[in-house]
């Protein structure tokens, strides 16, 4: 059974500075993993999405890097704002149409 | 257009009462979602449509029963539901990768700001 973790499960850092966030999953047979934030009491917003077959994608100051082999992915936060404060998931598909989502990390972005 | 809608925002209903939640999408998508989510977890997959045909039901109890009337629509309702169901619920929408098809597709799902769910 697929099993997914964050690390770590919070995080507060000072405006500025850059982090990354941390995916491990269990099973290395994936289709594709997402990165998602989701602010207090709304709805997910997808952030990047890597393809089984690629290593990295980028958007603007976030990269996400995929390891299938050792069943993990990092999320790379540049020049972190206050307006990055949410909780970010993310989310692996074993299969076609089937997501099964980590923990969460709780990020405060300090001004 | 990237926008699910889902309605109603708010929902307070009673074991025995039957209520809907309704979710909808303009942007061509084949694969729709319902995810029940709780308070400070992760979502977890309730139903998968694909192409309007359920392709995943991820042994959800009967009281929830999902509904895709067209490509764009897609519903929950809901019966004699217990008070452990309340929850956020969210809809999705994403158009699946096909190989040699006609358009681009990135798998990306889309999600609707949810229906926040309290049963009494």
């Known amino acids: 059974k697929q099993e997914v973790t964050q690390i770590p499960a919070a995080l507060s850092v000072p405006e500025g500075e850059n982090l990354v966030l941390n995916c491990s999953f269990t099973d290395s047979a994936i289709y594709n993993l997402q990165w998602f934030r989701q602010d207090p009491g709304k709805g997910l917003t997808s952030l990047l999405l890597?393809?089984?077959?690629?290593r990295e994608q980028t958007s603007g100051r976030l990269n996400a890097s995929l390891d299938k082999s050792s069943g993990r992915s990092t999320l790379y936060i540049a020049a972190s704002q206050p307006g990055d404060s949410a909780t970010y998931l993310c989310?692996?598909?074993?299969?076609?149409?089937?997501?099964?989502f980590g923990t969460g990390t709780r990020l405060k972005v300090l001004a | 257009d990237t926008e699910v809608t889902q309605t109603p925002k708010h929902l307070v209903m009673g074991m025995t009462n039957k209520k809907s939640l309704k979710c909808e999408q303009h942007?061509?998508?084949?694969?729709m979602y319902w995810y029940k989510q709780k308070a400070k977890k992760p979502p977890e997959l309730m139903f998968v449509?694909?192409?309007?045909?359920?392709?995943i039901n991820e042994s959800v109890p009967s009281r929830f029963s999902p509904e895709c009337p067209n490509s764009s629509l897609l519903n929950l309702h809901l019966h004699a539901l217990q008070p452990e169901d309340s929850a956020l619920y969210l809809c999705?929408?994403?158009?699946?990768?096909?190989?040699?098809?006609?358009?681009?597709?990135?798998?990306?799902?889309?999600f609707g700001p949810g229906t926040r769910l309290t049963v009494l």
């Open positions: 449509y694909s192409y309007e045909k359920l392709s």
């Open positions: 942007m061509g998508h084949r694969a």
């Open positions: 999705a929408s994403s158009q699946p990768r096909l190989a040699g098809g006609p358009k681009a597709s990135t798998d990306t799902q889309y």
């Open positions: 890597i393809q089984s077959s690629q």
């Open positions: 989310a692996v598909a074993p299969g076609t149409y089937k997501y099964i």
